[in-house]
């Protein structure tokens, strides 16, 4: 069987580290991810909305869902990569943003991707890393409902704005030795 013939072999996960802007903006960068979507996960309303998660009532974390390619990129390699992308070690805030809404979460997808999230969290905290203890939920993802339109490839199509400027230029300059 030739490449082009090759069947691509997609996951997924689903992180929550703050803004989902921010975290976007980062997992696209990497080689192996097929797709990343911005949106809100573990809490209790059906269908919430922006405005109703920026209330902090919802119970949601706004988060993003990766589509990737596990022959490029393992579930590891993104956990990784989260730990790198935010801190892990302050409740319900990144930055600015603070919320519940702004908490830290591995949602794991199966049991495999639970214990991979779990034993490099534990291995993490005892690595001394972080001053502090790591803070990330680690919970079964239930519903996954995407973010309104606007809300995709933000960092992409708005790269001039403020807030891509200020908060998400830099951090990719950071994790990825970026101009």
């Not at 990144?94 to 779990?118: L, M, P």
Request: aromatic share 12%; with cysteine.
């Amino acid at each position: 069987m030739n490449e082009s013939n090759k069947e691509i072999l997609i996951e997924q996960a689903t992180f929550g580290a703050g803004c989902f802007w921010c975290v976007e903006a980062v997992f696209e960068q990497l080689d192996g991810v097929l797709d990343v979507r911005a949106g809100y996960t573990a809490g209790k309303t059906i269908n919430p909305t922006y405005e109703q998660i920026c209330t902090g009532k919802t119970g949601h974390a706004e988060v993003i869902q990766i589509d990737f390619n596990p022959n490029k990129i393992t579930f590891t390699d993104l956990v990784n990569v989260f730990w790198k992308s935010h801190d892990p070690t302050t409740l319900n805030q990144q930055g600015a943003d603070r919320g519940t809404q702004y908490r830290s979460g591995i949602y794991f997808h199966n049991i495999v991707q639970k214990k991979i999230a779990e034993d490099s969290k534990k291995s993490l905290d005892k690595s001394g890393t972080f001053r502090d203890s790591i803070v990330t939920e680690i919970e079964k993802l239930g519903v996954f409902y995407i973010a309104e339109n606007y809300h995709q490839d933000y960092y992409r199509l708005n790269t001039n704005a403020p807030y891509c400027q200020l908060v998400i230029k830099p951090k990719l300059k950071k994790l990825f030795n970026n101009k």
